[in-house]
């Protein structure tokens, strides 16, 4: 389901870190002198208070305002209400985990202004695209997970361009053919090769785990649209651990009857930890 969000009104909501007794919001004459600086009239720097986020939205718009702020203090403490303390952070070819690490890394990246797209979430993931405005084709398909405390434990950005086709490695080319595999034994025999023990199968439909768990869902799938066939819509996006890329089900006419997006964590031999799918087209920017 998508879930459409104000980035405007989102950052209307959220708090300038530090009480208003010890800090200043970046931009306004405070203690530190018309430049807004959190440095307080003793020399002293102020404790950050990071505000809890109540549901996934408000944390990817402050993700998005740390992301787009310069103050070194400001960004910290908007980073930590974003993000748990063990998050990582990929963006593009640039990885962090932690706090610290995190706000190092929006610091030197360069954003200017951050526009967000719709928010399509699918259980505690979801993807949305964002654009740099700093340039006009720095444009990007961000994947999130939601802690339990609604703040971000994963970031993925890839570019929001689906990638050209390119060779699935063995074990995704084997998930594929799974979906269409009629025959149980046939089908468990290709997730041997593609899945994981454990991995985990969610989309808007269906949440499995395990080998069994999926070929069950691809058997329900089978059974409620026959004669199709799943087939790749476009190349594989690598991004350390993580791929994406589009996916498009087609008739016995081989007409399109649904496309979407999937986003995988793999091992390190290249079978499937984690995929999740998402329905329709990327989530279109403002």
């Given at each position: 389901?998508?879930?459409?969000?104000?980035?405007?009104?989102?950052?209307?909501?959220?708090?300038?870190?530090?009480?208003?007794?010890?800090?200043?919001?970046?931009?306004?004459?405070?203690?530190?002198?018309?430049?807004?600086?959190?440095?307080?009239?003793?020399?002293?720097?102020?404790?950050?208070?990071?505000?809890?986020?109540?549901?996934?939205?408000?944390?990817?718009?402050?993700?998005?305002?740390?992301?787009?702020?310069?103050?070194?203090t400001?960004?910290?403490?908007l980073?930590?209400?974003?993000?748990?303390?063990?998050?990582?952070?990929?963006?593009?070819?640039?990885?962090?985990?932690?706090?610290?690490?995190i706000?190092?890394?929006?610091?030197v990246t360069?954003?200017?202004?951050?526009?967000?797209?719709?928010?399509?979430?699918?259980?505690?993931?979801?993807?949305?695209?964002?654009?740099?405005?700093?340039?006009?084709?720095?444009?990007?398909?961000?994947?999130?997970?939601?802690?339990?405390?609604?703040?971000?434990?994963?970031?993925?950005?890839?570019?929001?361009?689906?990638?050209?086709?390119?060779?699935?490695?063995?074990?995704?080319?084997?998930?594929?053919?799974?979906?269409?595999?009629?025959?149980?034994?046939?089908?468990?025999?290709?997730?041997?090769?593609?899945?994981?023990?454990?991995?985990?199968?969610?989309?808007?439909?269906a949440?499995?785990?395990?080998?069994?768990?999926?070929?069950?869902?691809?058997?329900?799938?089978?059974?409620?649209?026959?004669?199709?066939?799943?087939?790749?819509?476009?190349?594989?996006?690598?991004?350390?651990?993580?791929?994406?890329?589009?996916?498009?089900?087609?008739?016995?006419?081989?007409?399109?009857?649904?496309?979407?997006?999937?986003?995988?964590?793999?091992?390190?031999?290249?079978?499937?930890?984690?995929?999740?799918?998402?329905?329709?087209?990327?989530?279109?920017?403002?």
């Amino acid at each position: 389901m998508r879930k459409a969000f104000s980035l405007g009104l989102m950052l209307l909501t959220i708090t300038a870190c530090g009480d208003d007794e010890n800090s200043t919001p970046s931009g306004g004459a405070g203690a530190g002198g018309a430049g807004g600086s959190t440095t307080g009239g003793s020399g002293g720097t102020s404790e950050c208070q990071p505000e809890a986020v109540s549901f996934l939205e408000e944390a990817v718009a402050t993700y998005a305002q740390a992301a787009q702020t310069s103050e070194i203090t400001e960004r910290a403490c908007l980073v930590a209400s974003a993000f748990t303390e063990q998050a990582e952070v990929r963006l593009q070819r640039d990885v962090a985990s932690g706090h610290a690490a995190i706000s190092e890394l929006l610091g030197v990246t360069s954003f200017d202004t951050v526009e967000l797209s719709m928010l399509d979430e699918t259980a505690e993931f979801a993807r949305f695209a964002q654009r740099n405005t700093a340039s006009s084709t720095d444009e990007q398909l961000c994947f999130v997970e939601r802690a339990a405390d609604n703040r971000l434990a994963q970031l993925v950005a890839f570019e929001l361009a689906p990638p050209a086709m390119n060779a699935p490695s063995v074990p995704l080319q084997a998930y594929l053919d799974a979906w269409n595999e009629p025959e149980e034994a046939a089908r468990l025999a290709l997730l041997e090769t593609a899945w994981a023990e454990n991995g985990r199968y969610v989309d808007p439909t269906a949440d499995a785990t395990g080998r069994e768990g999926l070929s069950q869902v691809i058997a329900a799938f089978q059974s409620q649209f026959a004669d199709v066939t799943l087939v790749l819509g476009s190349g594989i996006e690598t991004q350390g651990n993580w791929l994406r890329w589009r996916w498009e089900i087609r008739g016995a006419d081989d007409g399109l009857l649904l496309d979407g997006t999937d986003v995988a964590l793999v091992e390190e031999s290249g079978k499937v930890l984690r995929i999740v799918g998402f329905f329709g087209g990327e989530p279109l920017l403002p």
